[in-house]
Structure formats: structure tokens, C-alpha cells
């Protein structure tokens, strides 16, 4: 006999909650970087661009998929075609990848949290700009300060995931959510008032001569996907939870806006200090743990901003890591037939234990050869495989899934249940079933060397 499913109290906690799964550690470091490395401008338009029209039907899919099946990601590929085996592998891929990316999560949170504890300290002052860079490489390296602030987030996730949907997931979602748009409003207003906000605001949103390039539109293609969190089984296992008289677009519409206003609110943060200090953007982590320290010690109230900052990478994180491990723990109850309470703990336990080496790769005191076989470290060998492999199959995947082998009756009667949009069904479904496919493929394709996109459109590019 299948168990009651929990479901959202109020609209406005399932609104916040799956808002935090989307908006996470990319909108705040990565989305800033891309926006860097693809010069910004088309990049950014076209990011907005794919996220309404690509991103937001496959989010809608897992919706639909989740609140019909009200079940996790396994049985819901399952279920929806006939108990079918091979959908169901489709399912698992989305966990996995989904325990993947929390492993390291979990890493760069516990940074983030210590950055915050550091900060409160002011570790920057009588620094020069090497030393903060240096305490970084310094964090880095050391494995015993990782493994501890690993421990400590990785506990706070799973209390949070352990106190169920209403008490736990909703009640903090209502809590962070709120507390992370007031943060980094505030810290956006700071950035505006700095001399290099005029050219950071131009960089981002104007459009320059010679900037386009294929590969810009596929980065900005994926980082919709990235920024979106599709292809993890969290909107399928949220979306089991929704009510049935809920508005799935409207509800997808809400959420989309509020992950791309928090990218763009990132953007404005962080690229009017780097503007102003005459600093250029670097990669991924090191853009918030290596350089902002630097510029935050050159402002006034460099106590206040910088131990803010960090406690707002800490909130979005929290937000991500949570409905990564809910993931996990729905799949647990409904495969295994654990209560909450025993799934929590030991998908914490798991997780924890996958993420040591990714805590330990810069000692590289744990499988010392790894980057010698493989080119990466532990960390980053695991972030390249869900980023360029796992998430965008898994997405492509459930998009063929709703597009072509989902009963077309329950596919239709699913999505206008409770939509006052009911004339977004028609294309909805052309999306998912010709245009998200081939946007995927080209993706997979690009990111993982296999095609140089670049060098088809443009065979100069080849020497």
C-alpha cells in the first residue's frame, strides 16, 4: 500500500523551495564567469533568450512528470510508461548525477561557510594581494580544515532534509529564500555606487561587433540548463508534492524569472568592484574565494561586506544542497521502502563519504595518482562528468521522454489541470519534442571536444 505523499503547506513555500533548487552556487560564481569568459552582452541576452524557451519547457516536463507519477525520479520514468525497465535507468541517471553534484557542492559550501568564519575575522588585514590569494591555496591544500567544514554543512543539509517537506524543506526555504534577495539587493545597491559600474553595466548587457560566436550561444544555452538545475530528478521529486490545482506555467514562469534576476543581480555585484579595481575575471571558484577578498579589503566596510557576501554564497548554497539530498532521500523511501528519518541519515552518511576525496584533492593525499590517469583531480573529474555528460543527457532524456513515449492524453490532461495558459500546451510540446533535443545533442557535442562548433561555422578558426 503506497504511503500518503507529504505535499506543500502553502504556494509560497513551494515557489521559494524549488526557487532555491534552481537559483544555486552557479547563479552567484558561475553565471558571473561565463558572463567573463563569453564577453558578456550577447552572451547574456542570449542566456535569457534560452532560458524562457528552452530551459523553461524541459522544467515544466519535470513538473508534469512529478506531480502525475507523485513519485521520485526512478518510479516516475517507470510508472509513466508502463513499469518500463529501461526508462527507469533514465531515472537513476538523474540520482546519481544528483549525488555527484552534491558531493562537491557540499566542498565548495563548506568554503563558502569558512570564507564567512574568516571574514568575521578579518583575515585580509596587513595582507598583500598575493597572501589572500595564497589563503585560498592554503584552504585548499589542507585537509583537515576541508573535512571539517564539509562535516559541518553536509549536517546542516541533512537536518534541514531530515525535518520532512513542511517542517524541514519548506519552513527553511521560507526562511533563506527571503534572507538571500535582501543580501544581495543590498550588496548589488553597494556595487552601484562604485566609479566602474557604468562599464560593468555595459559590458553585461550591451552587444559588441565580433563578440558572437557559436560556441557563445551554446554556453549560453547550457548555462540555462545549468542555471534551471533540469536533468537532477529535483522538479520531478518537487513536483511530486504540488497540489493538483496548481499552475505548472505560471508556477515554471515565476520561478524562471527569479533565477535570472539573481543571475543578473550577481553580475551587477560582483563585475562593478572588478571594473573599479581594474581586476579581470577568473575562473569558477577563484573568482569569489581568490579575488573579491582582495577587492573587499580596498572598500570601506570591508568587515561587513565581505562577512555578508559570503554568508549569502553560504544561504544559496543551503538552498541547492537541500533539494539535491531531498533527491536522494524521496528516492530511498519510495525504492527501499526507508522512513524519512533513516533516509536522511544514511544519504547523508553517503554523500559525506563520496565527497572526502573531492575534500581531499588539493592535499592529494588520497589517491595520489588520480590526476596523473585521468588529467583531473577527484573533484574535477566528477564535475566534468555531470557537467558535460550526466546533466545534459539526463535532461535531453526527459525531454524525449515527455515529448515522444509520454502518453499524449496524459501528457495533455496533466499540464492543463489547473493552467489558466492552456494555449502554451502546442508549443510546449514542439519544444520538447524537436528544438530541446537538438539544443542538448549540440551541448554534449560542444563541451565534451567531440564537434568544435567554432571551426564549423568558421573554418578560418582551424590553422
Known sequence: MQKKREHWATRAGFLLATAGSAIGLGSLWRFPYMVGENGGGYFVLLFIFFTFFIGLPVFMAELTMGRRSQRGPVLAFAELHQNSKIWRIVGWLAVITAFIILSYYLVISGWSLNYAFMSLNQFYLGKSYDEIVGIF?????????????????????????????????????????????????????????????????KFIFV????????????????????????????????????????????TALIIALLDISVSLLAALMIFPIIFTFNFQPQEGVGLIFKVLPVLFAKM??????????????????????????????????????????????????????????????????????????????????????TGSWFLPLSGILTAVFVGWALCPQIRKEEFMMGSKSKWVYYPWVFILKYIAPVAIVLIILNQSNIVNIDALFNPNLVK
Not at 534577495?181 to 557604468?198: D, E, K, R
Not at 557559436?214 to 520531478?236: C, H, Q
Open 207 to 250: 552587444p559588441r561587433s565580433g563578440q558572437l560566436s557559436a560556441s557563445t550561444v551554446l554556453n549560453a544555452l547550457g548555462m540555462a540548463f545549468f542555471a534551471l538545475s533540469v536533468g537532477l530528478g529535483i522538479l520531478i521529486t518537487y513536483g511530486s508534492y504540488m497540489h493538483s490545482k496548481d499552475d505548472i506555467p505560471k
Open 137 to 201: 591555496d592554503l584552504v585548499y591544500k589542507s585537509p583537515q580544515m576541508n573535512l571539517f567544514w564539509l562535516f559541518i554543512f553536509a549536517l546542516m543539509t541533512g537536518g534541514i532534509v531530515y525535518g520532512g517537506v513542511r517542517k524541514g524543506i519548506e519552513k527553511w526555504s521560507r526562511i533563506l529564500m527571503p534572507v538571500l534577495f535582501v543580501i544581495l539587493t543590498g550588496l548589488f545597491i553597494n556595487s552601484m555606487t562604485l566609479p566602474g559600474a557604468g562599464e560593468a553595466f
Open 300 to 385: 570601506p566596510g570591508a568587515l561587513l561586506i565581505s562577512t555578508v557576501f559570503f554568508l549569502l554564497i553560504v544561504f544559496t548554497a543551503l538552498t541547492s544542497t537541500i533539494s539535491l539530498l531531498e533527491v536522494l532521500v524521496a528516492t530511498a523511501m519510495e525504492n527501499f521502502n526507508w522512513t524519512r528519518q533513516k533516509a536522511a541519515i544514511l544519504s547523508t552518511c553517503a554523500v559525506f563519504i563520496f565527497a572526502i576525496p573531492s575534500a581531499l584533492s588539493g592535499a592529494n593525499e588520497l589517491f595520489p595518482v588520480w590526476k596523473k590517469v585521468y588529467g583531473k583531480n577527484f573533484f574535477e573529474t566528477f564535475d566534468y562528468l
